[in-house]
């Protein structure tokens, strides 16, 4: 069983759509992160929340964390085709990251 | 700033053979960590290091070693491929193992096939 869930695991929307997707967990976490991948390279940070209910933007996107730290969202408004990649969520357990299976996203021009 | 850099990008084995997977940072960073990611099942922590001479097992670290001799190399070792091991492995590396006060920078990964 996965400490962290995703979903959807894939989606697959036109450009100008709005989307959200979860992570999902049933363990407190003292933090969440997000990073997105894109083919042939490694993970890269987008964010990280710490507090619950915080609600931090990037642009178009905004990422939530849950009132009681155990999940979180990613909303994505007007989706564009250099957002598609995997989104994965990963949080901070004893000191180290476990990640989520990922989210793959694709945006349709 | 090259970051995370790991070699090679690609890498067929056979059954049996051993390898060993390179990887250098330049950021001065004492915190390093080799993930595998399989399709749809996130990264799966290996082995880490806080520091030259500290190693430590992560989630999934049987059939492979790890050593850590400088702050700037963590080579990750395959004695005996097996096909379960076919996945992309990927370094990293951060200034903390917080990781709520700093992140993780990851290389590019290796792929790896045992057939």
């Known amino acids: 069983t996965q400490l962290l869930e995703q979903s959807p695991q894939f989606l697959s929307i036109q450009e100008g759509e709005n989307l959200t997707v979860y992570c999902n967990s049933s363990s407190v976490f003292s933090s969440l992160q997000w990073y997105r991948q894109e083919p042939g390279e490694g993970p890269v940070l987008l964010v990280t929340?710490?507090?619950?209910?915080e609600v931090k933007k990037l642009k178009r996107l905004t990422f939530q964390f849950g009132d009681a730290r155990k999940d979180s969202s990613l909303h994505i408004t007007a989706a564009q085709p250099g957002d598609t990649g995997l989104y994965l969520c990963a949080a901070s357990r004893a000191q180290k990251l476990v990640f989520g299976q990922g989210t793959r996203l694709t945006i349709n021009p | 700033n090259a970051g995370v850099t790991q070699t090679p990008k690609f890498r067929i084995l056979k059954i049996g053979q051993s390898m060993t997977l390179q990887c250098t940072q330049d950021?001065?960073?004492?915190?390093m960590y080799w993930y595998r990611q399989d399709p749809g099942m996130g990264l799966k922590l290996i082995y880490y290091?806080?520091?030259?001479?500290?190693?430590d097992k992560g989630e999934v670290p049987n059939g492979y070693n790890v050593s850590r001799s400088t702050t700037e190399d963590f080579p990750l070792r395959l004695e005996l491929a097996a096909p379960s091991q076919t996945s992309v492995y990927f370094c990293?590396?951060?200034?903390?193992?917080?990781?709520?006060?700093?992140?993780?920078?990851f290389g590019d990964g290796t792929r790896l096939s045992i057939l």
């Open positions: 950021m001065n960073h004492n915190y």
């Open positions: 929340v710490v507090t619950g209910g």
């Open positions: 290091s806080v520091g030259a001479g500290i190693t």
């Open positions: 990293a590396s951060s200034y903390s193992m917080q990781p709520s006060n700093q992140p993780q920078h």
